[in-house]
């Protein structure tokens, strides 16, 4: 393990949506690695439990609030749990995500609105709910996650590349109405990543072979601790004249 001291994160609170599994999974534990109480948000109560327990493991706080992130009263309540279990938030991640993996002439209005609510209302009124305590105290850091393929074209994300691009968009607008007044919202953009939810993907024939021969030039999958580095710059003072920006964690997947 690196010694992470130097991102300055030591007793911040930073509260991670998506935390159950996963990538938001891998960076609740990275921020914990680099000395961060959580408070810890997904649907996936088990999950929850689990990342928890990591957390707890290195002896940090870890505060576990079951939230449905298309609920607005939810995402309330996990702002005013957060803040009277620790006093104030340093820290967003917007790390909650569904898609489906569909052709765009057999995508469904359910599975639309599905995708659009988790990936885009969601992430907007999480950022209202957790940005206004950071504005009232005059100062955080909020990451958003993106996509690479809200920059690329992919088979059956239409959706899902559409509404992270417009992620992309709300990070930047974010950051112009907010970043005057000390909250510095940022945006993650991975590649796609080896995690459970993609298995059927890894699982098609001939698709781990094409995306390792055409769009990773590290010649390996991503993995969810690929994207704590990240994360820790942005969360971090050293990203204090970081705003705004898109980072891509992607393999070399966006430049070719």
């Not at 300055?8 to 949506?17: E, S, W």
């Not at 309330?76 to 938030?89: C, K, M, P, S, W």
């Not at 993650?188 to 001939?206: D, H, M, Q, V, Y």
């Not at 601790?225 to 705003?243: R, T």
Request: proline share 4%.
């Amino acid at each position: 393990m690196p010694d992470l001291a130097a991102f300055q994160l030591r007793d911040q609170i930073a509260v991670v949506t998506g935390a159950a599994s996963g990538i938001g999974q891998a960076l609740a534990l990275g921020l914990a690695d680099a000395g961060c109480h959580l408070a810890l948000a997904d649907l996936d109560t088990a999950g929850l439990a689990a990342t928890a327990e990591q957390v707890q493991a290195r002896d940090r706080r870890a505060l576990v609030v079951p939230t449905d992130v298309t609920q607005l009263a939810q995402l309330d309540a996990l702002a005013a749990a957060t803040q009277q279990a620790f006093g104030r938030i340093d820290i967003l991640v917007t790390a909650a995500g569904w898609t489906g993996t569909t052709p765009a002439e057999a995508v469904t209005e359910a599975e639309y609105d599905r995708t659009a609510d988790t990936l885009l209302r969601g992430t907007f009124f999480t950022c209202q709910a957790i940005g206004k305590g950071t504005l009232a105290q005059g100062r955080g850091k909020i990451i958003t996650i993106g996509s690479t393929l809200a920059v690329t074209a992919f088979p059956g994300r239409a959706v899902y590349g559409a509404l992270k691009a417009a992620v992309h968009q709300l990070t930047r607008c974010l950051a112009t109405e907010w970043g005057p007044r000390g909250v510095y919202v940022n945006c993650l953009a991975p590649c796609i990543t080896e995690t459970p939810t993609r298995r059927n993907l890894f699982e098609t024939p001939g698709y781990r072979d094409w995306i390792l021969r055409e769009k990773l030039l590290t010649g390996r999958w991503a993995q969810p601790g690929d994207h704590i580095g990240a994360v820790l710059f942005l969360a971090s003072p050293l990203s204090d004249m970081v705003l705004g920006h898109v980072l891509f964690v992607d393999g070399g997947w966006t430049i070719h």
